[in-house]
């Protein structure tokens, strides 16, 4: 057997080294360097002389009737996200924060599993079988079906951990997580990226050979991406983040890649003292004090999570600057998206607010990125501005232009009944054809009270919600 030996490769030239270096011999490139294993090939393999039917290339159209079974995992929010559950031999990653929740939903769609496909093989390279056993207590699920089909594995050796999947043959392998468990062979730490990078590499080829799911459990770094090399990203099926506030309990759960589903939807999620709960109503969850805030600077914007609408507090406040650059302070929102409607509402407006400290937030720990934001945040900005209150039954939504005008957003009828559902009076939206048939529409709905405001411009906005034109000049501010 042709003998496997650790090298470093250059990642940005592919150049071999037998040993670290600071700068690649070859491109010059600092930190490139990462330790692989290079495995020999063998002369029969070089040669051609072994096929496989795996080889044998097939027509397309012979495949139509293979459909692969989703294994449904019992979280109705995960299944969501996943397209209706695992595939077989898919190998899903799973990041977020410390605390978030990351190790709680593993645990849980481990029983879920286990409950319809048979045992569950939970290895866990962070805590031992003991500490493990503790939070299924917890959470219920250290006796019953769950009790009795998971096994945990206290291990980080991934020859180790594959050893006892292969004698257990589970229908499901959660390895929490991929940045502790290390490849025999490799010398380097593990966390290293050519430890994370074998590690996932063995993980994936396992399941892919064997057909049986994988869950990693992945760290993130400070700026909130997965900790570990890009390739992490390309190796697995999935790619899920659990997001939100650690002290809150609202979750969503989002899908950054899927091979086998959608990546539009997202789960929303509650930590509860007995795990993670589905959110009955996600639309109201995010509404802070129940969308009745009376208070200048708060308003109801119409968001989309995925393919449902969302409705999302939004809460701005104004305050006098102090000596030197004005501070700005966002919780859930771009930061580069204040800019430019800052810039727009004094250039366009009249309203300058741009040499103030400005103070920006989504309740319950949202955290929204697009467009249809912008009208919200600026009718809350204002309206912290001048002191006058929105009226707690007016939601809005659209995209703000550089020029001052309404630009409509994706969604928009879903995001205006949804709005209707939920009690509120009026909805104010960029003005166009669409917005007007949604108004006819809403309005001859048995039931609804809505008014469809569609207004072109945010300097209209601005007048129909706070009830004042906005004049050309600048507003001094105290």
């Not at 405001?453 to 000049?473: C, I, K, N, S, Y």
Request: aromatic share 2%.
């Amino acid at each position: 057997m042709a003998r496997v030996e650790s090298r470093y490769v250059c990642q940005s030239c592919g150049a071999v080294s037998a040993a670290w270096e600071g700068r690649c011999h070859v491109c010059g490139t600092w930190d490139s360097l990462v330790e692989t294993l290079v495995r020999p090939e063998s002369r029969a393999t070089s040669r051609g002389a072994v096929r496989s039917e795996a080889a044998i290339p097939r027509p397309l159209g012979d495949m139509a009737g293979q459909v692969l079974p989703r294994v449904p995992v019992g979280i109705g929010e995960l299944d969501r996200v996943l397209g209706g559950g695992l595939v077989p031999g898919a190998i899903a990653l799973l990041g977020g924060e410390p605390g978030i929740g990351k190790s709680t939903l593993v645990l849980e769609l481990a029983a879920g599993v286990a409950a319809a496909a048979g045992p569950v093989l939970v290895a866990t390279g962070e805590e031992s079988a003991e500490q493990l056993h503790l939070r299924a207590d917890r959470l219920g699920l250290a006796t019953g079906s769950a009790g009795a089909g998971i096994h945990v594995l206290a291990e980080t050796s991934v020859d180790l951990v594959l050893a006892a999947a292969e004698s257990l043959r589970p229908g499901l392998l959660v390895v929490d997580s991929v940045q502790t468990v290390t490849v025999d062979g490799l010398d380097g730490p593990a966390g290293s990226v050519g430890q994370v990078r074998e590690a996932a590499s063995r993980l994936a080829g396992w399941a892919h050979a064997t057909g049986t799911p994988v869950v990693l459990v992945g760290h993130v770094t400070k700026d909130g991406s997965l900790a570990g090399p890009r390739t992490l990203e390309h190796l697995v099926d999935v790619v899920l983040t659990l997001e939100g506030d650690r002290y809150g309990g609202l979750r969503l759960l989002r899908s950054a890649k899927n091979r086998f589903g959608s990546t539009e939807e997202t789960g929303v999620l509650e930590m509860t003292g007995t795990g993670l709960r589905d959110v009955p109503d996600p639309a109201r969850a995010f509404l802070g004090g129940g969308g009745t805030s009376q208070e200048p600077g708060v308003i109801i914007a119409a968001t989309m999570e995925g393919t449902r609408p969302v409705l999302v507090e939004v809460q701005a406040l104004v305050a006098p600057a102090g000596i030197g650059v004005p501070r700005r302070a966002l919780v859930g929102l771009p930061a580069d998206r204040l800019a430019l409607l800052v810039a727009v509402m004094g250039r366009r407006c009249g309203l300058d607010v741009g040499r103030h400290d400005l103070y920006l937030s989504l309740a319950g720990g949202a955290t929204v990125d697009e467009p249809a934001l912008d009208l919200p945040v600026a009718l809350a900005l204002a309206s912290t501005a001048r002191d006058l209150p929105v009226d707690a039954a007016t939601v809005a939504c659209g995209e703000v232009t550089l020029l001052g005008g309404l630009r409509p957003v994706r969604g928009l009828e879903r995001r205006v009944r949804e709005a209707a559902r939920l009690g509120f009076r009026r909805a104010i939206v960029p003005a166009g054809d669409e917005a007007d048939r949604i108004g006819r529409d809403v309005s001859g709905t048995a039931g609804s009270r809505l008014e469809v405001v569609a207004v072109p411009t945010l300097r209209e906005a601005l007048a129909v919600t706070l009830g004042q034109p906005a004049g050309r000049d600048p507003v001094p501010l105290g």
